[in-house]
Structures are given as structure tokens and as C-alpha cells.
């Protein structure tokens, strides 16, 4: 029986590592996703390396925990398995996995305790160079990540996805299960409440 886990471990050690663990950079999300519903744990595998990344830097931001953040990304896959078959192609496979993260990170938040905000090493790479400027950019950061701390997670979803991961809105639309209008609409909301929070730090 395919393991999840196992696999993630072992993304996460070529992580640590710093190394690509990827193999099947040459298939085709459609190749890989008629073997995975022939039931091919290799392309399981591979679908695995190709986006256990962006699952876990999205839910570090949704969350701002890294253990949360493995759970998410660990049920996420489970789920891509067990729901695979339904997967019809009408999105990127990328865009319907970000959509089962998503939604898991809004689960999420309903049943657990909020962390301290902290500005997560994971969450923005460090910048080289002026010591001064990097100083700037880091309280700049500091102060983004207490903003979006104080939104609602629907709305801090909707920021992070157009503003910090840069989505276009038909993506953005598809992830949440809405129309691009109201996807438009919703990041509007977004914006001003981001906005009016900024202006009091």
C-alpha cells in the first residue's frame, strides 16, 4: 500500500539536504495523472515531489506553524490519493491540489488555537546585501505578517494567493470554488481591510 508519509519524509530529508528530489520533471500532469488512477504508486510519488513544496509554504503562511504545516501538507496528499479519480482536468492539477490545501487550512483554522505571529524564516527569503536595507525589509516583513495575522483566513487566503504566491484570478477563482467576479470582488474586501490594518502599525 502507497505511504504518504514515508514519502513526505523523505521529500523533506532531500529538503533538508537542499537537494531536487524530483524524477519525473519530463512527465506531463496528464501522464501522471492517468497513472495515478491506474493506480501507480510511482506517479503518486512523483506528484508528490512536484508540489509538496508549494503545499507546505502555502499552509506555513495560512497557519504560521510548521508542524501545522506538515499536517496539511501530509493530509493533503492523503486526500490527493483517495480523490484522484475524481480529478477530471478542468483545472491545472496544481490549482485543484491548491484547492484541497486551501480548504484544509480554512478547516483548520475553525479547530485550533491561533499561534503567536511570528515571521517565519520559510514564509520570506532573506535578502543579501545593505545590511541597512535588509534591516528595512525585515521589519517591512514583520509588519505584513502581523497584518495578515489579523485578518480572517478567508481574507488573508486571498491576499497571500494574488499578492505574496501571485495567482491570477481565474486560478484564484478556481482554488476557492467561485466565479472570477466574485473572487474580485472578495480580494477587493481583502485589500481595504489589509489596507486599514496597515495604517495602524
Known amino acids: 500500500m502507497f505511504n504518504v508519509e514515508s514519502s513526505l519524509q523523505r521529500v523533506w530529508k532531500a529538503r533538508d539536504r537542499s537537494l531536487n528530489v524530483s524524477t519525473g520533471r519530463d512527465y506531463t500532469d496528464d501522464h501522471l495523472v492517468a497513472n495515478a488512477k491506474a493506480g501507480s504508486h510511482a506517479a503518486f510519488e512523483i506528484i508528490i515531489d512536484h508540489y509538496a513544496e508549494q503545499v507546505y509554504r502555502l499552509a506555513l503562511r495560512m497557519l504560521n506553524n510548521p508542524d501545522d504545516a506538515r499536517d496539511i501538507q501530509q493530509e493533503t496528499f492523503i486526500r490527493v490519493m483517495q480523490q484522484i479519480h475524481r480529478f477530471r482536468g478542468e483545472a491545472a492539477l496544481s490549482?485543484?491540489?491548491?484547492?484541497?490545501?486551501?480548504?484544509?487550512?480554512?478547516?483548520?483554522?475553525?479547530?485550533?488555537?491561533?499561534?503567536?505571529?511570528?515571521?517565519?524564516?520559510?514564509?520570506?527569503?532573506?535578502?543579501?546585501?545593505?545590511?541597512?536595507?535588509?534591516?528595512?525589509?525585515?521589519?517591512?516583513?514583520?509588519?505584513?505578517?502581523?497584518?495578515?495575522?489579523?485578518?480572517?483566513?478567508?481574507?488573508?487566503?486571498?491576499?497571500?494567493?494574488?499578492?505574496?504566491?501571485?495567482?491570477?484570478?481565474?486560478?484564484?477563482?478556481?482554488?476557492?470554488?467561485?466565479?472570477?467576479?466574485?473572487?474580485?470582488?472578495?480580494?477587493?474586501r481583502a485589500r481595504k481591510l489589509f489596507r486599514a490594518l496597515y495604517q495602524q502599525e
Open 95 to 188: 490549482t485543484w491540489i491548491y484547492a484541497i490545501t486551501a480548504k484544509l487550512c480554512l478547516s483548520s483554522h475553525r479547530h485550533r488555537q491561533r499561534h503567536p505571529c511570528d515571521v517565519l524564516e520559510e514564509n520570506f527569503a532573506a535578502d543579501s546585501g545593505d545590511p541597512l536595507q535588509h534591516v528595512m525589509q525585515q521589519e517591512e516583513r514583520e509588519i505584513i505578517q502581523r497584518v495578515l495575522c489579523q485578518l480572517a483566513p478567508a481574507d488573508r487566503l486571498l491576499i497571500i494567493l494574488k499578492h505574496i504566491e501571485g495567482h491570477d484570478h481565474k486560478t484564484i477563482a478556481r482554488i476557492l470554488g467561485c466565479s472570477e467576479e466574485s473572487s474580485r470582488s472578495r480580494l477587493n
